[in-house]
């Protein structure tokens, strides 16, 4: 029998599918998704994820229909699963993207065992990144750990290959068994908390396509300044979850961009900045693959001495957007809410956990994983390194973010807080930032009770960030830096 079967892993998209493209050359076609939850993972999937996950399978299996063909969905062991559907189908080749995440990867060296076995051939294919990180290193064969240099050398590289079309898919003459999606239990059973995502988010390649098509015909050109401010809601393309679980591929994305800053000179400089960051995202898997325990362990070995400080209650207020840091507060509700937060939020709500209350950069990476829709291994994991100053790029540690001056920078008249602190609607533009200044007409004719109605500051910034930079001489001085 001949014929191939595709898998779907983190490449849930029909375009730019080079898996499924090259074995709809070769005759009929079997799509699976395998949901393996037999593998041991440091990260199984967060909430979010899962949801996003569910929504996502959907979209495909529907896409998948309307052209003739059908998602086989299956649950288990994915060797197990797959010999078994050799066996079932006398379909010998396996087809899939290489993946470049440990937390999404099939054990590709048993896959080619299996597929040999049988007489057949196991192939992977391009498509999670641009490049792939064993492609880029620096002139001593070493991988990069600085941004610059590593994005400069990408850009030298090779040209970024044009992005293929939906290819025919010819229907096997039996399918195989399925299971029903609902079976995989993505969504939550007991208390549904994803009515709020269900307004927020479709998940899906035609909403990933939708999604970047509005963003470069109506919101690149201003990308450049408009990608700071967390009020607006096109400042950011937030094509992130839609690239994370493969619904859109990179190359997609940047050969549209580039496009469009070649048919429109206004488009260039917010075009540049946005390729730009689709560049942090290949950094962020250029470290993981290069240095494969970024996801637990400081890349700056140094930080292991780190004296940080174990401290549930304050966790938790972060947690819940009640630090009495309205910045703060506003960008953990919006990631409680929304499953997403603003990348300037990010950083500034990862700055206030890691250096000002000292908890442990693996906390904060913890709850973003299960609470975020986009949360992936790779750039989760080098961002909250960069932002404790552990990682690869030079964040130094004594740049810590002032969360008052930032608010007042990025969010002036606090709209983005309002919206997510309510109880702070009513609060004069001039205190909203640090209510805690407000004298006691002011705060009661906002209708706010500090301490009450809002939590007082659960850190001082200034003490806080003594301590900080303290703890940080402390080790810089210690036997640890030197052996
Ligand atoms: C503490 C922290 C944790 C983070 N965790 C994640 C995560 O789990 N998953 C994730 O995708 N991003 C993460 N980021 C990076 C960044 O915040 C998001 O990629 C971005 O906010 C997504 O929104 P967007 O799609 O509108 O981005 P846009 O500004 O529209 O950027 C386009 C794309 O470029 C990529 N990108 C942009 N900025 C970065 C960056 N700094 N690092 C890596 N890729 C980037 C993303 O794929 C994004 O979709 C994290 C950042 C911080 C500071």
């Known amino acids: 029998m001949t014929g191939t079967i595709v898998l779907f892993n983190l490449n849930l998209r029909l375009h730019d599918n080079v898996p499924l493209h090259t074995a709809a050359a070769n005759g009929p076609v079997i799509p699976v998704y395998i949901y393996d939850n037999t593998i041991k993972t440091r990260w199984p999937l967060g ?45 010998k080749d396996i087809y899939f993207e290489h993946s470049i995440l440990p937390e999404a990867s099939i054990p590709e060296d048993r896959l080619y065992k299996l597929c040999k076995r ?29 941004f610059t240099p590593f994005w400069n050398s990408c850009l030298k590289h090779e040209a970024i290959p044009t992005p293929l079309p939906i290819p025919h898919l010819q229907a096997p003459e039996n399918w195989p068994d399925n299971i029903p ?59 992130s979850p839609h690239l994370h679980f493969g619904e859109i591929s990179p190359i997609t994305v940047w050969h549209q961009v580039k496009n469009a800053i070649d048919l429109s000179p206004s488009k260039d400089r917010g075009g540049k900045v946005f390729l730009k960051e689709l560049g942090w995202r290949e950094f962020s898997y250029h470290l993981l693959y290069h240095f494969n325990d970024l996801d637990q362990a400081p890349l700056n070995k140094t930080f292991q001495h780190f004296p940080w ?25 919006e990631l409680w809410q929304t499953g997403w937060m603003h990348n300037r939020v990010r950083m500034i709500v990862a700055s206030f956990l890691v250096k000002n209350l000292r908890i442990h950069w693996l906390e904060g990476a913890k709850w973003f994983w299960d609470t975020l829709v986009d949360a992936d291994l790779a750039s989760n994991s080098a961002s ?19 969360p008052t001056l930032q608010s007042k920078k990025f969010d002036p008249d606090g709209e983005y807080i309002r919206r997510y602190v309510p109880e702070l609607k009513k609060m004069p533009d001039k205190h909203i930032h640090e209510p805690w200044t407000a004298n006691q007409d002011i705060l009661e004719s906002a209708g706010i009770k500090l301490g009450k109605t809002y939590p007082r500051p659960i850190a001082d910034h200034k003490a806080t960030r003594e301590e900080a930079l303290i703890a940080y001489q402390q080790l810089k001085s210690s036997k640890a830096l030197v052996s």
């Not at 064993?134 to 600085?146: E, L």
Request: aromatic share 12%; glycine share 8%.
């Open 181 to 239: 999606l609902e079976d995989l239990k993505l969504l939550p059973t007991d208390f549904d908390w994803t009515n709020s995502l269900d307004k927020c988010w479709q998940a899906g390649e035609t909403q990933a396509r939708k999604a970047l098509d509005q963003f470069v015909s109506e919101n690149i050109d201003q990308y450049d300044n408009d990608r700071d401010i967390p009020s607006l809601k096109h400042g950011t393309s937030k094509l």
């Open 309 to 333: 400080v174990k401290d549930t209650g304050s966790l938790t207020a972060w947690q819940k957007g009640q630090t009495g840091y309205p910045i703060i507060d506003a960008g953990m509700r």
């Open 118 to 146: 049988f007489g057949g051939e196991a192939r992977r294919f391009r498509g999670q990144t641009l490049f792939h990180p064993s492609q880029i290193h620096t002139k001593d064969q070493t991988p990069y750990k600085v």
């Open 47 to 91: 909430g979010a994820s899962k949801w996003w996950l569910h929504q996502s399978l959907n979209a495909l299996a529907n896409d998948l229909n309307a052209i003739g063909s059908k998602l086989i969905i299956r649950e288990g062991n994915s060797y197990l699963v797959l010999k078994e559907l050799i066996q079932q189908t006398g379909y």
């Open 384 to 402: 909250w390194q960069w932002v404790a100053g552990c990682g690869a790029e030079v964040a130094p540690y004594f740049r810590i973010f002032n």
